[in-house]
Every structure is written in structure tokens, then in C-alpha cells.
């Protein structure tokens, strides 16, 4: 399984509601990434998770919250959001660092959200 | 943070090789490039990597220059399905042992025209 899964696909919310996105891997990576993507920009960074631990956090917003309850799961949690954070969110994992890895990071097919 | 600069955009024609270059002239000397790509704002997919040497798999090859201040992904064949964004990116070291920022680049939208 070299998959990972994001759900929503799709979610459109409003400015006062507070809703999460969801990601999921089953390769034994232990290192996962949020990244937010405006149209026809290139992904930016939000956060990094290390051994479910918070490693990287670039600045992000607070109403942005992740949480990443174990190994296989990451979730960023949404609230109080803006029109302007309307984007695709794209969730990628990879190998953990005992391995000394080099390669790549495989990316979900994102969730596109909308804030009225 | 390193950065990358790419062309915005570039057309090839379908069969010819596609070259398409980047520019990371700040790249620290343990930073990697990494070249991804990106169809119809699915999740980018990976293409290769490299620190130093070229590197060749069965998508593509990548020429690092020997300064490691530019790099070229080659597409040796192009077809009609390589139509995508392609994104040069560089893996930058955090300040937690072990960890990693993927930074993309601005990327390139590549046009394979029949």
C-alpha cells in the first residue's frame, strides 16, 4: 500500500464553523506534512510531524491546528477560517530518519475546501 | 532557505525530449534536489532525486551541474500525458534532527503538443 488517503475530498464551510481534515498512511512512515496550494501557485509548507511529535510549524495561522493522534493519521483541525484560506490542502508522508532516507514524499490527492 | 527558479512555462513537441531547468544557486552542499510534478491539481507526484551525481530512473533523467547551482530534469521522450507542472524542489534540514522542509519551487508548466 503505497497510498495516502485524504478525506475530504471536498468541504465547503463557513467562517464561524469548525470542521478537520483528515489523512492516512499505512507505509510505517513516520514523518507527515500539511501543505496549503492556491491556484496555479506552487505548495507551501504549513507543518511537519516527526514521530507524532510537531516538528516544523511555519508561521501557520492558530485557527490552522494539526494533531496527529498516531503514526498513521494526521489531522488539521479548522476554525474561525477566512475566504482567503480557501486553497487545496495536500498531506504527504516519509520514511523516518533511522533509515538515513533520501527519497521521496508521497502526496494524497488533497482536500479542496471552500470558505464562505 | 534555499529557493529554485524555474521558466514559467515551456511547450515541447510530442516524441522529443523535454529538458526543463532550475535554477538553486543558494543550495547548501547536503541539500537535495528533488523533482516532482503536478496534473490537474492532483497530489504532485515524484519523478527523481539527486545530491551531486546524475541520477536516471524509468520516468527520467537529472543533470546536477558540477557547482550543484543549476540542475535540468530531461523528459527523453515526451508525450502527450507528460502535459503537467513540474516543480524542482529542495530538501532543507530542520532544526530538529532528522526532519525536513520539502520547498517547492515556482514550477514550470510544461505543454506536449501532438
Known amino acids: 500500500d503505497t497510498e495516502v488517503t485524504q478525506t475530504p475530498k471536498h468541504l465547503v464551510m463557513g467562517m464561524t464553523n469548525k470542521k478537520s481534515l483528515k489523512c492516512e498512511q499505512h507505509m510505517g512512515h513516520r514523518a507527515m506534512y500539511w501543505y496549503k496550494q492556491k491556484a496555479k501557485k506552487p505548495p507551501e509548507l504549513m507543518f511537519v510531524y516527526s514521530y507524532e511529535k510537531l516538528s516544523i510549524n511555519e508561521s501557520v495561522p492558530s485557527r490552522f491546528s494539526p494533531e496527529c493522534p498516531n503514526s498513521s493519521l494526521l489531522n488539521l483541525h479548522l476554525h474561525a477560517l477566512q475566504p482567503e484560506d480557501s486553497a487545496l490542502y495536500l498531506c504527504?508522508?516519509?520514511?523516518?530518519?533511522?533509515?538515513?532516507?533520501?527519497?521521496?514524499?508521497?502526496f494524497g490527492e488533497g482536500s479542496r475546501l471552500t470558505v464562505l | 532557505d534555499a529557493k529554485t527558479t524555474q521558466p514559467p512555462s515551456m511547450d515541447c513537441a510530442e516524441g522529443r525530449a523535454a529538458n526543463l531547468p532550475c535554477n538553486h544557486s543558494?543550495?547548501?552542499?547536503?541539500?537535495?534536489v528533488y523533482w516532482y510534478r503536478q496534473i490537474h491539481s492532483q497530489g504532485p507526484q515524484y519523478i527523481i532525486h539527486g545530491l551531486k551525481n546524475n541520477e536516471t530512473n524509468e520516468m527520467a533523467s537529472l543533470i546536477i551541474t558540477e557547482d550543484r547551482k543549476s540542475s535540468t530534469l530531461i523528459l527523453p521522450h515526451a508525450t502527450l500525458r507528460d502535459t503537467a507542472v513540474y516543480y524542482c524542489?529542495?530538501?532543507?534540514?530542520?532544526?530538529?534532527?532528522?526532519?525536513?522542509?520539502?520547498?517547492f519551487g515556482t514550477g514550470t508548466r510544461l505543454k506536449v503538443l501532438a
Open positions: 543558494t543550495i547548501s552542499g547536503n541539500e537535495y
Open positions: 524542489i529542495v530538501r532543507v534540514a530542520g532544526l530538529t534532527s532528522g526532519t525536513y522542509k520539502y520547498i
Open positions: 504527504a508522508s516519509s520514511q523516518d530518519r533511522a533509515r538515513a532516507y533520501t527519497g521521496e514524499l508521497f
